[in-house]
Protein backbone atom coordinates (compact mmCIF):
# COMPACT_ATOMS: atom_id res chain seq x y z
CA UNK A 1 0.00 0.00 0.00
CA UNK A 2 1.24 3.44 -1.15
CA UNK A 3 0.48 6.94 0.83
CA UNK A 4 1.31 10.00 1.55
CA UNK A 5 0.84 10.15 5.10
CA UNK A 6 2.06 7.63 8.23
CA UNK A 7 -0.26 8.17 10.89
CA UNK A 8 1.06 6.36 14.63
CA UNK A 9 0.62 6.46 18.47
CA UNK A 10 2.75 8.31 20.74
CA UNK A 11 2.97 6.88 24.88
CA UNK A 12 2.67 9.58 27.63
CA UNK A 13 6.70 9.90 27.31
CA UNK A 14 6.47 10.63 24.02
CA UNK A 15 7.91 7.06 22.39
CA UNK A 16 6.49 5.81 19.54
CA UNK A 17 4.56 2.72 19.73
CA UNK A 18 5.67 0.84 16.37
CA UNK A 19 2.99 -1.60 16.35
CA UNK A 20 0.84 1.34 15.71
CA UNK A 21 2.47 2.56 12.64
CA UNK A 22 -0.14 2.41 9.48
CA UNK A 23 -0.86 4.44 6.23
CA UNK A 24 -4.54 3.98 6.90
CA UNK A 25 -5.05 6.72 9.25
CA UNK A 26 -5.40 7.61 12.81
CA UNK A 27 -7.95 5.55 14.03
CA UNK A 28 -6.36 2.33 12.41
CA UNK A 29 -3.38 3.21 14.13
CA UNK A 30 -5.21 3.75 17.91
CA UNK A 31 -6.86 0.56 16.96
CA UNK A 32 -3.85 -1.25 16.14
CA UNK A 33 -2.28 0.07 19.58
CA UNK A 34 -5.34 -0.50 21.43
CA UNK A 35 -5.54 -4.18 19.98
CA UNK A 36 -1.56 -5.30 20.42
CA UNK A 37 -2.67 -5.16 24.54
CA UNK A 38 -5.94 -7.11 24.10
CA UNK A 39 -5.00 -10.46 22.91
CA UNK A 40 -8.03 -12.24 20.84
CA UNK A 41 -8.00 -15.64 22.82
CA UNK A 42 -9.51 -13.68 25.50
CA UNK A 43 -11.20 -10.62 24.71
CA UNK A 44 -12.49 -12.07 20.54
CA UNK A 45 -11.62 -10.39 17.68
CA UNK A 46 -10.37 -6.67 17.26
CA UNK A 47 -12.04 -3.95 18.81
CA UNK A 48 -12.94 -1.49 16.59
CA UNK A 49 -15.44 1.71 16.17
CA UNK A 50 -17.00 2.70 19.28
CA UNK A 51 -15.43 0.39 21.65
CA UNK A 52 -12.27 1.20 20.48
CA UNK A 53 -12.92 5.54 20.74
CA UNK A 54 -14.16 4.59 24.21
CA UNK A 55 -11.21 2.72 25.07
CA UNK A 56 -8.98 5.56 23.35
CA UNK A 57 -10.48 8.53 25.22
CA UNK A 58 -8.84 7.17 28.85
CA UNK A 59 -5.81 6.45 27.23
CA UNK A 60 -5.61 10.43 25.95
CA UNK A 61 -6.15 11.50 29.21
CA UNK A 62 -3.60 9.92 30.28
CA UNK A 63 -1.62 11.02 27.96
CA UNK A 64 -1.08 9.39 25.03
CA UNK A 65 -1.25 10.87 21.82
CA UNK A 66 -1.99 9.88 17.89
CA UNK A 67 -0.18 11.86 15.34
CA UNK A 68 0.04 12.01 11.28
CA UNK A 69 2.79 12.74 9.25
CA UNK A 70 1.99 13.95 5.59
CA UNK A 71 4.71 13.50 2.71
CA UNK A 72 3.56 17.12 0.73
CA UNK A 73 4.09 17.49 -3.26
CA UNK A 74 7.47 19.05 -2.42
CA UNK A 75 8.61 15.96 -0.68
CA UNK A 76 8.19 17.61 2.57
CA UNK A 77 6.97 16.61 5.90
CA UNK A 78 4.64 17.76 7.90
CA UNK A 79 2.92 17.10 10.90
CA UNK A 80 -0.78 17.37 10.49
CA UNK A 81 -2.66 19.71 12.87
CA UNK A 82 -4.75 17.58 15.71
Known amino acids: MESREVSFVTWPDG ?6 LTVAGEQMAREKMINQ ?3 AE ?3 RAVTGYVADTLWRG ?4 GFRSH ?9 PALTPQ
Open 68 to 76: TIKIGEDGL
Open 37 to 39: WLP
Open 42 to 44: WFG
Open 15 to 20: KVDNAS
Open 59 to 62: MTEK
